[in-house]
């Protein structure tokens, strides 16, 4: 019975290592899937945070270049108005320009004409003796003490 009792003993010894191994697989497996989910949730948290790290970069640029977008056309808009009522502004002034300019001739044909009518007066009017000439317009001048 001394050597069964040395089998049992040894058996027993077996089965109290193959436990330990057990024992020792499940203790890591459970450490290698606890390494695992904390692995997984921080490339996770890394991942949504350089998401959201570029969602809002690319917001902050959208609102920037529409902000720059905006002035732009504010200030385009504003200059080509400028331009627009200088361009009016000098329109009108040269057509005032040109108006004043025409009464201008006119009145300087008017006086050409007046000047012409009385060198004819002056021209048509015949005294002798040192008479004084009248002058008429549009006719001839009549001569007073003299002829």
């Known amino acids: 019975m001394d050597s069964r009792g040395s089998g ?15 024992v020792v697989v499940v203790i890591v497996v459970v450490v290698v899937e606890v ?14 945070v350089v998401i959201e790290v570029v969602v809002i970069v690319v917001v902050v640029i959208v609102v920037v270049v529409v902000i720059v977008v905006v002035v732009i056309v ?4 504003i200059v080509l108005v ?6 009016i502004g000098v329109v009108v002034i040269e057509v005032v320009v040109v108006v004043i300019e025409v009464v201008v001739i006119e009145v300087m044909v008017i006086e050409v004409v007046v000047i012409v009518e009385l060198m004819v007066v002056v021209i048509g009017c015949d005294c002798v ?16 003490d003299g002829d």
């Open 129 to 144: 003796d040192g008479g004084d000439c009248v002058m008429v317009i549009g006719g001839n001048g009549d001569c007073v």
């Open 74 to 77: 504010v200030v385009v808009v």
């Open 82 to 87: 400028v331009i627009v009522v200088m361009v």
């Open 8 to 22: 049992v003993v040894v058996i027993e010894v077996l089965v109290v290592i193959v436990l330990v191994v057990i």
């Open 35 to 48: 390494v695992v989910i904390v692995v997984i949730v921080v490339v996770v948290v890394i991942v949504l």
